[in-house]
T-cell receptor
C-alpha cells in the first residue's frame, strides 16, 4: 500500500520558470518529510526536508511547503535550471522494524528545457 | 556530505547463481544500513534494515533466506542475492546512517544494477 504518493510521473518546465512537484501522503503519523533528487543509475541525493511542525522550509532555489491538514507537500524550484532535470522523490521518515527508514513515493521526472 | 560506495555498480549473472553486493561507508561509521530496491519507473522499496553486529530485520514480503544481509563491521554491509532469478533483476541501493548524524540523514550509495539472465 503506497503511503506516499506522487501522482504526476513527469513534469516539463521551461528554464527560468518555477517547477512545482507535488506529494500526498496517507499516514497522519508521518512527522518528517524529505525530497531526494535522483539521476539514472545513481543513488538518491538529499535535497531538502521539513518537519511536521513547520509549514515551509527554504534552501536556496528549493522550497518545500507542507499542508498537514491536506496531507500534502510540494517542492518548488525557482528558477528552474536544465541541471535540475532528474527524478524527484518525496519520502516520509518512518520507523522500520529496527530504526528509521524512508518511505518513498514513485517519483516525478522533471525535465527543464532551455 | 558523507560518502557511501557500492560494489559492483553493475552485474549480470545467470539464473540460479548468487550475487554479493557490498555497501561501504567511506568516511564515517555506519551503525545502521538500509537496503532498498527499485524497479523501473517504480519507487524505492525498503527491503531490510541492518544494524552492525546484529541480524538484519526484513520488511514484510522480503524473503530473508533469499536476500542475505550481513553487517559485520561499522563500514561494511553486504547483500547476497541467493539463487537469483530474472525477477530479481533490479536496481539495489544501500544507505547508511549513524547516531552521530541527524536521525533523518541517510547517505545513499550509487546503486547496483543487477540483471539476471
Amino acid at each position: 500500500d503506497q503511503q506516499v504518493k506522487q501522482n504526476s510521473p513527469s513534469l516539463s518546465v521551461q528554464e527560468g520558470r518555477i517547477s512545482i512537484l507535488n506529494c500526498d501522503y496517507t499516514n497522519s503519523m508521518f512527522d518528517y518529510f524529505l525530497w531526494y533528487k535522483k539521476y539514472p543509475a545513481e543513488g538518491p541525493t538529499f535535497l531538502i526536508s521539513i518537519s511536521s511542525i513547520k509549514d515551509k522550509n527554504e534552501d536556496g532555489r528549493f522550497t518545500v511547503f507542507l499542508n498537514k491538514s491536506a496531507k500534502h507537500l510540494s517542492l518548488h524550484i525557482v528558477p528552474s535550471q536544465p541541471g535540475d532535470s532528474a527524478v524527484y522523490f518525496c519520502a516520509a521518515l518512518t520507523n522500520s522494524n529496527s530504526g528509521y527508514a524512508l518511505n518513498f513515493g514513485k517519483g516525478t521526472s522533471l525535465l527543464v528545457t532551455p | 556530505g558523507a560518502v557511501v560506495s557500492q560494489h559492483p555498480s553493475w552485474v549480470i549473472c545467470k539464473s540460479g547463481t548468487s550475487v554479493k553486493i557490498e555497501c561501504r561507508s567511506l568516511d564515517f561509521q555506519a551503525t545502521t544500513m538500509f537496503w532498498y530496491r527499485q524497479f523501473p519507473k517504480q519507487s524505492l522499496m525498503l527491503m531490510a534494515t541492518s544494524n552492525e553486529g546484529s541480524k538484519a530485520t526484513y520488511e514484510q514480503g522480503v524473503e530473508k533466506d533469499k536476500f542475505l544481509i550481513n553487517h559485520a563491521s561499522l563500514t561494511l554491509s553486504t547483500l547476497t542475492v541467493t539463487s537469483a532469478h530474472p525477477e530479481d533483476s533490479s536496481f539495489y541501493i544501500c544507505s547508511a546512517t549513524s547516531p552521530g548524524l541527524l536521525y533523518n540523514e541517510q547517505f545513499f550509495g550509487p546503486g547496483t544494477r543487477l540483471t539476471v539472465l
